[in-house]
C-alpha cells in the first residue's frame, strides 16, 4: 500500500488515530476542517479531490473554514512557493505547479486559513491567497533554514509547532 494508505488504514486499528481518508473533513461547532492530500496533486491524480473540495467549502456554513495539506502554497523555507519548489519551476511534476492549481481554484479565497509543513519551520506569512491566511508548521525531525524573503507576521526556524485557540470572531 501507499504510505496514505497506510496511514488511513492505521485508521482501523488504533482508536487514537483519525484519518479516515485521503482527503477528508470534519466539523466541529463553528469550525469546519477541510483536509488535501496534496502528495497527489503533486503527479495530477487528485481529481477526487478537486471534485470534493469544489463542493465543499463553499457550501460549508461554519464560521470559520481551515484547510490542511501537506505541501505550501508560499513558504520562507528552503522547498519554497508552489509552482517553483525547491528553484525548479521548469520541472512540471516536481515544482509543485500542480500543488499551486489546486490551491489556486479550491482553497484560496474560500478558507480563513491554509495549514501547511512540508518546510521545517514555523511561519505565519503577511501575504495572503486571495484572503486566506498561510501558516507553515513542519515541525519534523530537523530544522531547516528560511531563505525566503516573503514578509511575515511571525517565522522561526525553531523546533516547534502552531497552537491555535478559536474564540468566537
Known amino acids: 500500500l501507499p504510505r496514505g494508505d497506510v496511514q488511513v488504514a492505521y485508521s482501523e486499528v488504533n482508536p487514537k488515530w483519525r484519518m479516515p481518508g485521503r482527503h477528508y473533513k470534519w466539523r466541529l461547532g463553528e469550525v469546519e476542517f477541510f483536509v488535501a492530500d496534496t502528495n497527489r496533486s503533486m503527479f495530477s491524480v487528485d481529481e477526487d479531490v478537486r471534485?470534493?473540495?469544489?463542493?465543499?467549502?463553499?457550501?460549508?456554513?461554519?464560521?470559520?473554514?481551515?484547510?490542511?495539506?501537506?505541501?505550501?502554497?508560499?513558504?520562507?523555507?528552503?522547498?519554497?512557493?508552489?509552482?517553483?519548489?525547491?528553484?525548479?519551476?521548469?520541472?512540471p511534476v516536481a515544482?509543485?505547479?500542480?500543488?499551486?492549481?489546486?490551491?489556486?481554484?479550491?482553497?484560496?479565497?474560500?478558507?480563513?486559513?491554509?495549514?501547511?509543513?512540508?518546510?521545517?519551520?514555523i511561519q505565519w506569512l503577511e501575504t495572503t491567497c486571495e484572503g486566506t491566511e498561510l501558516i507553515v508548521s513542519g515541525g519534523g525531525a530537523?530544522?531547516?533554514?528560511?531563505?525566503?524573503?516573503q514578509p511575515a507576521h511571525y517565522q522561526s526556524k525553531n523546533l516547534g509547532f502552531v497552537y491555535v485557540v478559536i474564540r468566537g470572531n
Do not use: M
Not at 490542511?68 to 519554497?80: D, I, R, W
Not at 482553497?107 to 509543513?117: E, I, K, N, R, S
Not at 530537523?142 to 524573503?149: E, F, I, Y
Open 51 to 91: 471534485a470534493d473540495f469544489e463542493k465543499w467549502l463553499p457550501a460549508s456554513t461554519a464560521k470559520w473554514k481551515i484547510a490542511f495539506a501537506h505541501h505550501p502554497y508560499l513558504s520562507n523555507g528552503e522547498h519554497g512557493n508552489a509552482g517553483s519548489y525547491d528553484g525548479l519551476p521548469f520541472v
Open 95 to 121: 515544482n509543485g505547479a500542480s500543488v499551486k492549481s489546486f490551491l489556486d481554484e479550491r482553497v484560496c479565497g474560500q478558507a480563513d486559513f491554509l495549514f501547511t509543513g512540508h518546510d521545517h519551520s
Open 142 to 149: 530537523k530544522t531547516t533554514r528560511l531563505l525566503g524573503t
